[in-house]
């Protein structure tokens, strides 16, 4: 059974730091490009970051571009996808999500993550 399992979420204020990690398991995801997405109340779901899967290319919102780093350990059956999260702003707030999607490199097109895991909040205040 595929499983995506996210953590680290919390309540921060402004200028604080966060890591996320995602545990994805079930099938061999060494091999499979990841990324991360996030859903703020009322929005759409938006494109944070991605990691190919030897961690050689990475992406990245301009959003988040200089304060976010995406970063990936494969492990035998276990693949852990992390985001660490600096100079946290309110707009950051959101449920992040880890996915798994079927291109070589990372992209911001949300209908070719195949994959995705439950979210954790993120709330971030001012």
């Known amino acids: 059974q595929v499983q995506l399992v996210e953590s680290g979420g919390g309540l921060v204020q402004a200028g604080d730091s966060l890591r996320l990690s995602c545990v994805a398991s079930?099938?061999?995801?060494?091999?499979?490009?990841m990324g991360w997405f996030r859903q703020a109340p009322g929005k759409e779901r938006e494109f944070v970051a991605g990691i190919s899967w030897n961690g050689g290319h990475t992406n990245y919102a301009d959003s988040v571009k200089g304060r976010f780093t995406i970063s990936r350990y494969n492990a035998g059956t276990n693949t852990s996808v992390f985001l660490q999260m600096n100079s946290l702003k309110p707009e950051d707030t959101a449920v992040y999500y880890c996915a798994a999607t079927r291109t070589p490199t990372p992209t911001d097109n949300i209908s070719t993550h195949v994959y995705w895991g439950q979210g954790t909040q993120v709330a971030v205040s001012s």
């Open positions: 079930g099938r061999t995801f060494s091999t499979v490009t």
